[in-house]
């Protein structure tokens, strides 16, 4: 039987298509033309013998054997960098000092630093976990190297947008749910002040002319899911490092979304600093609702 070999770069213009919803924005990506794409698609689907995506409207979707090969793809494409980025950087060493919100530090910071270790075993990494306010404290006072973050209105000296993440509602299991909606006033979980995220969610049900209070108030995420869990009330996050128990609600008041930025302490950071930071980048394309 005949054995298939993927070309990477077809699979790294497929993935990044699907991943941004739209193929123009992909050849943009990958630094193709459109019709460069259109012919990779098209062998693509000639290697696996059938279609992998389908006409959706005006756009396109994945066909069931599209979603298993992305899955693959995506994994095929993660091992090829992570391969590159350890022959390139076989020599690096030091200390890279990072630090990052709550929302990913259970699922983004691990598989990070797996990836980032392996490909350089000789860098030392220190990461701190805490809120937005110190953390641009961290990276301006130069504490720390590399910095993942909301747009909080007030940049760093160094920093790029990494994507925008729309905030959601988010409630335990639906009968619980059902539950709050119909306490009144509506019952909220919330990072204790300042937090743009509280104030999201106060001036969005403000606006909606609906009464609401604190029902609780604490300082780290761990806290917030668990009282949400709980059923002492709704909270506003993003999708990012959403339990699975927990679910984003529908027919609420609409919320703004939000900036992510990766911040530098210095304006030419070391080689270390930079190749964590192409790995977080990386990463983070893979965060659900990113835009």
Same mark, same amino acid.
Request: charged fraction near 20%; charge should be neutral; include cysteine.
């Given at each position: 039987?005949?054995?298939?070999?993927? =070309?990477? =770069?077809?699979?790294?213009?497929?993935?990044?298509?699907?991943?941004?919803?739209?193929?123009?924005?992909?050849?943009?990506?990958?630094?193709?033309?459109?019709?460069?794409?259109? %012919?990779?698609?098209?062998?693509?689907?000639?290697?696996?013998?059938?279609?992998?995506?389908?006409?959706?409207? +005006?756009?396109?979707?994945?066909?069931?054997?599209?979603? #298993? !090969?992305?899955?693959?793809?995506?994994? !095929?494409?993660?091992?090829?960098?992570?391969?590159?980025?350890?022959?390139?950087?076989?020599?690096?060493?030091?200390?890279?000092?990072?630090?990052?919100?709550?929302?990913?530090? *259970?699922?983004?910071?691990?598989?990070? @630093?797996?990836?980032?270790? +392996?490909?350089?075993?000789?860098?030392?990494?220190?990461?701190?976990?805490?809120?937005?306010?110190?953390?641009?404290?961290?990276?301006?006072?130069?504490?720390?190297? #590399? %910095?993942?973050?909301? =747009?909080?209105?007030?940049?760093?000296?160094?920093? *790029?947008?990494?994507?925008?993440?729309?905030?959601?509602? #988010?409630?335990?299991?639906?009968? %619980?749910?059902?539950?709050?909606?119909?306490?009144?006033?509506? /019952? @909220?979980?919330?990072?204790?002040? /300042?937090? !743009?995220?509280?104030?999201?969610?106060?001036?969005?049900?403000?606006?909606?002319?609906?009464?609401?209070?604190?029902?609780?108030?604490?300082?780290?995420?761990?806290? @917030?899911?668990?009282?949400?869990? %709980?059923?002492?009330?709704?909270?506003?996050?993003?999708?990012?490092?959403? $339990?699975?128990?927990?679910?984003?609600?529908?027919?609420? $008041?609409?919320?703004?979304?939000?900036?992510?930025?990766?911040?530098?302490?210095?304006?030419?950071?070391? /080689?270390?600093?930079?190749?964590?930071?192409?790995?977080?980048?990386?990463?983070?394309?893979?965060?659900?609702?990113?835009?």
């Amino acid at each position: 039987m005949h054995k298939i070999s993927f =070309d990477l =770069d077809v699979l790294r213009s497929f993935v990044t298509g699907v991943e941004l919803g739209s193929f123009a924005q992909a050849a943009e990506r990958v630094g193709r033309s459109t019709s460069a794409i259109s %012919a990779q698609l098209k062998k693509l689907e000639e290697q696996v013998g059938v279609p992998v995506l389908r006409k959706a409207g +005006r756009g396109m979707a994945l066909t069931p054997t599209g979603e #298993i !090969l992305l899955g693959y793809a995506r994994r !095929l494409l993660a091992l090829n960098d992570e391969a590159a980025a350890a022959v390139r950087g076989a020599d690096l060493a030091g200390v890279v000092r990072i630090g990052l919100q709550e929302d990913f530090a *259970e699922h983004l910071l691990p598989s990070i @630093l797996g990836s980032f270790t +392996r490909a350089h075993p000789q860098v030392q990494i220190e990461a701190r976990v805490t809120r937005n306010a110190q953390l641009l404290e961290l990276i301006r006072s130069n504490q720390i190297d #590399i %910095a993942l973050s909301w =747009d909080a209105g007030a940049a760093s000296a160094y920093c *790029e947008q990494l994507g925008v993440l729309p905030m959601c509602w #988010i409630g335990p299991a639906e009968h %619980a749910t059902a539950a709050l909606a119909n306490t009144q006033p509506l /019952p @909220l979980v919330l990072f204790e002040s /300042p937090c !743009l995220m509280r104030s999201a969610a106060t001036q969005a049900l403000d606006q909606a002319g609906q009464v609401w209070r604190v029902a609780f108030s604490g300082g780290s995420l761990n806290a @917030l899911w668990a009282a949400v869990s %709980a059923g002492l009330g709704i909270t506003v996050r993003t999708r990012a490092g959403l $339990p699975a128990h927990l679910r984003v609600l529908q027919d609420m $008041p609409a919320l703004p979304s939000i900036a992510l930025l990766m911040h530098r302490a210095e304006a030419v950071p070391t /080689p270390a600093v930079r190749a964590l930071g192409e790995i977080i980048a990386e990463h983070l394309r893979e965060l659900p609702g990113r835009a």
